[in-house]
Nanobody, 120 residues
Framework: QVQLVESGGGLVQAGGSLRLSCVASGRIFGINTMAWYRQAPGKQRELVASITLSGSTNYTDSVQGRFTISRDSAKNTMYLQMDSLKPEDTATYYC??????????????WGQGTQVTVSS
């Protein structure tokens, strides 16, 4: 099993910044793509950004240019630097990791989420 623990959420004014962290532990061998998702009340969970093992990144259009995803493999940690935050960024942010098993199956793991609230 893989355990993912997010931290760094909080309350911030519009235009401010936050940095989320996601620490992976347990059976981390085989983890490849990691990602940040978010879910606002009454809405579906959506992909915010993803990063591959080689460092290739992808962002949803609404955060492009404002958010930066990164990972430190030595620390088994993924980050999401969020700048120029907007009230519409308010959501619970979840960390996701895909782990490829020896059998070749990709198994997803999720963290418990961290709340980000942006006030106007």
């Amino acid at each position: 099993q893989v355990q993912l623990v997010e931290s760094g959420g909080g309350l911030v004014q519009a235009g401010g910044s936050l940095r989320l962290s996601c620490v992976a532990s347990g059976r981390i061998f085989g983890i490849n793509t990691m990602a940040w998702y978010r879910q606002a009340p009454g809405k579906q969970r959506e992909l915010v950004a993803s990063i591959t093992l080689s460092g290739s990144t992808n962002y949803t259009d609404s955060v492009q240019g404002r958010f930066t995803i990164s990972r430190d493999s030595a620390k088994n940690t993924m980050y999401l630097q969020m700048d120029s935050l907007k009230p519409e960024d308010t959501a619970t942010y979840y960390c996701k990791a895909n782990r490829r098993t020896l059998g070749g199956t990709n198994v997803p793991y999720w963290g418990q989420g961290t709340q980000v609230t942006v006030s106007s």
